[in-house]
């Protein structure tokens, strides 16, 4: 399992988690187990220093999107079962290819 999949889908569904509301609970009914652990590994390890200063405008949305993850309630998720879920569902996919 790549940690750079799962940091770059967590990622994605946290930003656009700030322009619909109900993108983390659609992900959720979809099943999007690695979109799903990738945000919630983030929010639980939160942002880098470093992150602020590669692109400060990004390093805003993504703490404010971790912000709302934590009061919507979505950082009580168990980040390791949400990772072993998605090596499996990663796994799956690439011996599709």
Do not use: C, W
């Amino acid at each position: 399992m790549s940690e750079r999949a799962l940091s770059v889908a967590g990622q994605a569904l946290l930003i656009r988690s700030l322009k619909e509301k109900h993108a983390i609970a659609r992900a959720i009914k979809a099943r999007d187990v690695v979109a799903l652990a990738g945000a919630a590994m983030i929010a639980k390890r939160d942002l880098s220093a470093a992150d602020a200063m590669t692109d400060p405008a990004r390093y805003r949305a993504l703490r404010q999107a971790i912000t709302q993850f934590h009061l919507n309630g979505y950082g009580a998720m168990n980040v390791e079962a949400l990772k072993k879920r998605a090596a499996v569902a990663l796994e799956a996919a690439s011996q599709k290819k």
